[in-house]
């Protein structure tokens, strides 16, 4: 199993950028699928992006698309997320996943999840 860790949340004003690090300890890296979920107060834990290790294709929700990137650096065995224009909206806790191909985990399937980091945008 996927040992994650989240790590670069915080407070941002709207239309501002914040990146997210998400450490994974893992043998076979480069295996894996890995993912970023959010959840607002109140709401339903949601797919934001995800990423495949091998090859480095990309998959975002239509709400983050063209605002955040999805990134891995297979070498540090870390996964990042940056957002751009952020918007109330996109305040949440945020998650790292890590699953075994982008179905799953596009349907909140993960074998392993981080604990999240706040991410809260101000007006």
């Known amino acids: 199993q996927v040992q994650l860790a989240e790590s670069g949340g915080g407070l941002v004003q709207a239309g501002g950028s914040l990146g997210l690090s998400c450490a994974a300890s893992a043998r076979t890296f480069s295996g894996y699928v890995m993912g970023w979920f959010r959840q607002a107060p109140g709401k339903e834990r949601e797919f934001v992006a995800a990423i495949t290790l091998s090859l480095g294709s990309t998959y975002y929700a239509d709400s983050v698309k063209g605002r955040f990137t999805i990134s891995r650096d297979n070498a540090k065995k870390t996964v990042n997320l940056q957002m751009n224009n952020l918007k109330l909206e996109d305040t949440g806790v945020y998650y790292c996943?890590?699953?075994?191909?982008?179905?799953?985990?596009?349907?909140?399937?993960?074998?392993?999840w981080g604990q999240g980091t706040q991410v809260t945008v101000s007006p």
């Open positions: 996943a890590a699953a075994i191909n982008v179905a799953t985990i596009q349907k909140g399937v993960a074998g392993s």
